[in-house]
């Protein structure tokens, strides 16, 4: 078998850390002059705006949050960089480089609106007390990849000046932003998108060659999962493949196994996503690809990952021992689509070593502790209940339990209304399975 050991984490929706705050921040009018002069913004930093001012702040800057959307779609590099302190050279450097890899991803639809306001003293301190720092949304939908638009987040913090609002900083807090969701792939170097049928993969622009190759397997993997996994799903995925580790930043080694990795991972994106919370369906999902490990990505680790992209948007309710071990199946059963291959090293190991002590379906808790046990064990589940059952009959199971698998008791009855077995049973059963 090609593939021996990894993590390969599937449904996890994006975090969030840090609490809003409110912005303590003096106002000016249209000179740029505080009302009531200096004192008079210092007790207002100090004690904050009205409600009303508030309002209007925040209505003001979302308008040049929406003359910068506006000028990404239309290709307007000066409109975009018209609110950008040109007194620093190097944010406006930043924000150009921002503006050139946007135009690559070809969006439908894009927004920016301020969500939160954000208590950031330091940066008043710095800028002054007009200086107003605000977590932004991102809203925004690729063309021909998103069904629907998502979020992501980002920091921005900005000062009245002859007025108008001029950004002066773009990542100064970004330690309580999402973990995984605002540090995307245009946010750095500048990237090269490479398109193959309905797969589109982000490598550096240095690494276009890497991405073709990327591009050559993620098609591979995506004709494999509708292969193997009988629910419509068109194939469209991102695949993000950056040297960069902090681009969609995870945690890249877990586990306490020897050269326990993970390789890639499939973040899941819902609809009006929220200080991490999600507000709306699931979406989609990005493959982010481990940098460490992304020359020497193979088909079968992103035939895993996109298996979650192709099942995400059903629901999220669906047990992790389902959710995996789906994703384990599709994998092998692709391996297998190769004479030369086989996983029956696989096989051994699940029946040696993994079965005999096998007392219930594999817990979230068991991939925590020990990840090679708890995939291997899902793993023989479903390939028990396709034997049993037929693979078709992993469809309706899959979607009666990340639909409605709300309670302990709606889990039994669901999983015995399809496999006629209860959680115990099917347990004993995939114990006596030999495959």
Same mark, same amino acid.
Do not use: C
């Given at each position: 078998?090609?593939? /021996?050991?990894?993590?390969?984490?599937?449904?996890?929706?994006?975090?969030?850390?840090?609490?809003?705050?409110?912005?303590?921040?003096?106002?000016?009018?249209?000179?740029?002059?505080?009302?009531?002069?200096?004192?008079?913004? #210092?007790?207002?930093? @100090?004690?904050?705006?009205?409600?009303?001012?508030?309002?209007?702040?925040?209505?003001?800057? =979302?308008?040049?949050?929406?003359?910068?959307?506006?000028?990404?779609?239309?290709?307007?590099?000066?409109? &975009?960089?018209?609110?950008?302190? /040109?007194?620093?050279? #190097?944010?406006?450097?930043?924000?150009?480089?921002?503006?050139?890899? +946007?135009?690559? &991803?070809?969006?439908?639809?894009?927004?920016?609106?301020?969500?939160?306001?954000?208590?950031?003293?330091? +940066?008043?301190?710095?800028?002054?007390?007009?200086?107003?720092?605000?977590?932004?949304?991102?809203?925004?939908?690729? #063309?021909?990849?998103?069904? %629907?638009?998502?979020?992501?987040?980002?920091?921005?913090?900005?000062?009245? @000046?002859?007025?108008?609002?001029?950004?002066?900083? =773009?990542? !100064?807090? =970004?330690?309580?932003?999402?973990?995984?969701?605002?540090?995307?792939?245009?946010?750095?170097?500048?990237?090269?998108?490479?398109?193959?049928?309905?797969?589109?993969?982000?490598? =550096?622009?240095?690494?276009?060659?890497?991405? %073709?190759?990327?591009?050559?397997?993620?098609?591979?993997?995506?004709?494999?999962?509708? @292969?193997?996994?009988?629910? /419509?799903?068109?194939?469209?995925?991102?695949?993000?493949?950056?040297?960069?580790?902090?681009?969609?930043?995870?945690?890249?080694?877990?586990?306490?196994?020897?050269?326990?990795?993970?390789?890639?991972?499939?973040?899941?994106? &819902?609809?009006?996503?929220?200080?991490?919370?999600?507000?709306?369906? /699931?979406?989609?999902?990005?493959?982010?690809?481990?940098?460490?490990?992304? %020359?020497?990505?193979?088909?079968?680790?992103?035939?895993?990952?996109?298996?979650?992209? !192709?099942?995400?948007?059903?629901?999220?309710?669906?047990?992790?021992?389902?959710?995996?071990?789906?994703?384990?199946?599709?994998?092998? @059963?692709?391996?297998?689509?190769?004479?030369?291959?086989?996983?029956?090293?696989?096989?051994?190991?699940?029946?040696?070593?993994? +079965?005999?002590?096998?007392?219930?379906?594999?817990?979230?808790?068991?991939?925590?502790?020990?990840?090679?046990?708890?995939?291997?064990?899902?793993?023989?589940?479903?390939?028990?209940?396709?034997? !049993?059952?037929?693979?078709?009959? +992993?469809?309706?199971?899959?979607?009666?339990?990340?639909?409605?698998?709300?309670?302990? #008791?709606?889990?039994?009855?669901?999983?015995?209304?399809?496999?006629?077995?209860?959680?115990?049973?099917?347990?004993?059963?995939?114990?006596? &399975? %030999?495959?």
């Amino acid at each position: 078998m090609k593939h /021996p050991r990894r993590v390969l984490a599937g449904v996890a929706a994006l975090v969030l850390a840090g609490t809003a705050g409110v912005v303590a921040a003096g106002w000016s009018d249209d000179s740029g002059s505080p009302p009531g002069g200096t004192a008079v913004a #210092a007790e207002a930093a @100090r004690t904050g705006l009205s409600d009303e001012q508030k309002v209007a702040r925040k209505r003001e800057v =979302d308008v040049v949050l929406a003359r910068r959307a506006t000028a990404v779609l239309k290709g307007d590099l000066a409109g &975009f960089l018209a609110a950008v302190d /040109p007194k620093q050279p #190097a944010l406006v450097a930043r924000q150009r480089l921002l503006f050139v890899n +946007l135009r690559k &991803f070809g969006f439908s639809t894009l927004k920016y609106f301020a969500a939160d306001d954000w208590n950031a003293p330091n +940066l008043v301190d710095k800028y002054g007390p007009t200086t107003y720092t605000a977590r932004v949304m991102m809203r925004y939908q690729i #063309a021909g990849l998103d069904p %629907k638009p998502v979020q992501t987040d980002l920091g921005y913090t900005f000062v009245r @000046r002859a007025g108008g609002w001029t950004l002066v900083e =773009d990542g !100064a807090i =970004d330690e309580v932003l999402s973990r995984d969701g605002h540090r995307q792939p245009w946010d750095y170097e500048e990237v090269a998108l490479v398109r193959r049928g309905r797969v589109v993969v982000v490598v =550096d622009k240095k690494e276009a060659e890497l991405g %073709k190759r990327i591009a050559r397997v993620s098609s591979g993997a995506v004709a494999a999962v509708r @292969r193997h996994w009988q629910h /419509p799903w068109n194939g469209a995925v991102l695949v993000v493949a950056m040297p960069d580790t902090r681009v969609m930043a995870t945690i890249w080694t877990a586990g306490s196994g020897q050269g326990w990795t993970i390789a890639a991972k499939a973040v899941t994106l &819902f609809e009006n996503e929220q200080m991490g919370k999600p507000r709306g369906a /699931p979406v989609g999902s990005r493959i982010v690809v481990n940098p460490a490990m992304r %020359k020497g990505l193979e088909e079968d680790l992103l035939v895993h990952e996109m298996t979650h992209v !192709a099942s995400v948007p059903i629901g999220v309710r669906t047990p992790t021992w389902l959710v995996e071990g789906l994703a384990e199946y599709v994998r092998t @059963r692709s391996i297998e689509d190769d004479p030369q291959w086989t996983v029956d090293p696989y096989r051994r190991v699940v029946r040696t070593k993994y +079965l005999r002590t096998m007392k219930t379906l594999p817990s979230p808790s068991l991939f925590d502790v020990d990840a090679d046990r708890a995939y291997g064990l899902s793993w023989w589940v479903v390939e028990y209940l396709a034997d !049993a059952k037929g693979a078709k009959s +992993l469809v309706p199971l899959y979607t009666d339990l990340a639909r409605h698998n709300t309670t302990p #008791a709606a889990y039994t009855t669901i999983i015995k209304k399809h496999t006629g077995k209860t959680p115990a049973q099917l347990t004993a059963a995939v114990k006596k &399975f %030999k495959g």
